[in-house]
């Protein structure tokens, strides 16, 4: 039971250090873009809520296929991904700006390994031996868990977002008397964006996707209906849960893509 | 001095002997009519924790001993995999409890109460359905109960059955709190079942899902609950002292495992087989393999340790 796999998880590219998923030449998002996943998303999750009504459903399905539970177990997979990617905002942001800072650059080495221990552990094994750390379960830990898992993605992407900013533009602005605070909140950090939200959008789908272990460690989540999906060789249930699981997953990527798109500057 | 050469001259008369016998045919010198089973090849596997390990290696042993070339699939996967690896044929042997099969394998949902029965309709189905071979079952059962930690019997009211629990939750709702597996929490034979059988509801914020192998840590802690759900052959229960709350109105089926075979291997060697395995399904008391369980999971011995010592103690090799 210990080893448990999860092939369902959504798969992250195990580069996800490096900033992937960077749109350039943005231009406002035209109405596909804008109701392209919505309306995928809505196919998939009406096609299976009719495919698993069509079913009859035995005691078990229909203990876990209820709207109640479904609802409370999405919202707290919500809860753990939405409150750890907040955390890990707060803290990647300002270390990859800290970090490209002259005077900090002896301590990348050392940051960028201890982000990368946090994601290379496996990720049961780094709630485990949270588990073992923190003495108590539940919402916490796992949060730190997922924390620790996706710090990486965001933290690097910062970095990089603002190293690529092109140097004479910075010579020029510092030559129009801008103040380095001033470079970096008006021309660093806007040309950064895109790459930073790249960031985000790869820590997003960890987080979703490694939320799922939360049922593990008593944090809810929708790993409870996938699991006891696999465990009960119950299809209605599994497939029910993997949907929602990789639908949060892809819309709270759409999301922050179309976050990113607004907040962009124009003409980039 | 004569005494000297004598003793070696017997010892060398013993020694061949028994290497006569040995090379005679087998069947006369090992106990149970076993040996049967020269040219016969068969793999054998296990599911992925400590119990089935043992259990694995008893077969792996005992067919060894029979004169079979054995491969070592042992540690094949999950249920789900392991059970799969048989059915394709990939192994030929592992040992599969009845209630898995029932719940699982054949979708069912309510547990027949007769374990002999439970049994039966089982292996029967299994080999109209799939040809799949279920010796019989061992003698120990592995099925769920409730446990606490020894130590907080006084703070809980002393509860020494289900039955008793439902005064606690009663009387002291914020002590009634449970931990459980996620698959405990929606079966028939689980949870659900228990309450309405005992008539009681845990209060719905006390229940906390985890990890099967936390639940036990966690009751020891009680953090976050004080009681766990146990299964009654684990060596954890008596290695963390955790007192089992008696299933006073025989609510748990009591689910026994068997080895089961594949047909290719069953209808060669079925008599053999049955021959080897009877005696030692018998032999697997409740008391013998909680011991052998706790020797892994308690003092982490090897589990092919553990099973060669049991068997050699027994005389099954």
């Not at chain 1, 955390?87 to 270390?95: D, E, Q, R, S």
């Not at chain 2, 394998?105 to 029967?124: G, H, L, M, N, S």
């Not at chain 2, 606690?168 to 929490?185: K, Q, R």
């Amino acid at each position: 039971m210990a080893g448990v796999e999860a092939p369902e998880i959504p798969e992250v590219s195990s580069d996800a250090g490096a900033p992937v998923g960077i749109q350039r030449g943005s231009h406002r998002p035209t109405l596909l873009e804008w109701l392209g996943m919505p309306v995928f998303l809505a196919v998939i999750g009406g096609a299976t809520y009719f495919w698993v009504q069509s079913r009859e459903l035995d005691s078990i399905e229909t203990r876990v296929l209820t709207r109640d539970l479904l609802v409370t177990r999405t919202i707290e997979h919500l809860q753990l991904t939405a409150v750890s990617t907040l955390i890990v905002l707060a803290l990647a942001v300002p270390l990859g700006i800290l970090l490209t800072r002259r005077a900090a650059r002896g301590a990348v080495p050392v940051v960028l390994g201890i982000a990368n221990i946090g994601q290379g552990v496996p990720s049961f094994g780094l709630l485990a031996v949270i588990y073992v750390a923190f003495g108590f379960l539940g919402f916490t830990p796992v949060v730190f868990g997922l924390v620790a898992y996706s710090l990486l993605p965001i933290l690097r992407n910062t970095m990089v977002g603002l190293q690529q900013v092109d140097s004479n533009l910075i010579k020029a602005s510092r030559g129009m008397g801008l103040s380095p605070t001033m470079v970096l909140l008006k021309v660093e950090l806007p040309l950064a964006v895109p790459v930073i939200i790249a960031g985000v959008r790869t820590a997003l789908i960890i987080n979703v996707g490694t939320a799922t272990l939360g049922t593990f460690f008593g944090a809810g989540g929708l790993g409870y209906v996938v699991f006891n999906g696999i465990q009960l060789n119950r299809d209605t249930i599994l497939v029910s849960g993997v949907v929602l699981v990789s639908g949060l997953a892809l819309l709270v990527s759409y999301l922050a893509g179309m976050a990113g798109r607004l907040l962009s500057p124009r003409g980039l | 001095m004569n005494n000297k050469h004598l003793l070696t001259a017997s010892g060398a008369v013993v020694l061949a002997l028994s290497l006569a016998a040995c090379g005679d045919d087998g069947s006369s010198s090992t106990g149970g009519g076993s040996g049967g089973l020269e040219g016969a090849s068969i793999t054998v596997g296990s599911k992925d924790f400590d119990e089935q390990l043992i259990l694995g290696n008893i077969s792996k042993l005992a067919l060894e001993g029979a004169g079979a070339d054995v491969k070592d699939e042992i540690n094949t996967g999950g249920t789900d995999v392991t059970r799969a690896a048989l059915t394709s044929g990939a192994i030929d042997t592992y040992w599969e409890y009845n209630g898995t099969a029932w719940i699982s394998f054949f979708k069912e949902t309510e547990p027949i109460p007769d374990r002999v029965e439970q049994y039966q309709v089982v292996a029967d189905r299994d080999l109209k359905e799939n040809k799949l071979h279920w010796l019989q079952p061992a003698n120990f059962n592995n099925t769920y109960a409730l446990a606490f930690p020894s130590e907080a019997s006084d703070e809980l009211g002393n509860p020494s059955t289900l039955s008793d629990l439902g005064d606690l939750i009663s009387s002291d709702p914020g002590n009634a709190t449970l931990c459980v597996e996620s698959e405990f929490s929606v079966r028939d034979d689980g949870l659900p079942g228990m309450e309405k059988t005992y008539g009681y509801q845990f209060p719905k914020n006390n229940v906390t899902v985890l990890d099967t192998a936390i639940v036990y840590s966690a009751a020891d802690k009680r953090e976050p609950c004080n009681f766990g759900e146990v299964f009654t052959s684990d060596g954890r229960v008596s290695a963390l002292d955790l007192t089992v709350l008696e299933d006073d109105k025989g609510f748990f089926p009591l689910y026994n495992p068997s080895p089961v075979f594949t047909d290719d291997v069953y209808s060669e060697y079925g008599d053999e087989l049955d021959a080897i395995f009877d005696p030692i399904s018998e032999a697997l008391t409740q008391e013998e393999m909680t011991a052998l369980n706790e020797r892994v999971s308690v003092d982490l011995e090897q589990p092919d340790d553990v099973a060669k010592d049991w068997m050699s103690e027994n005389g099954f090799i």
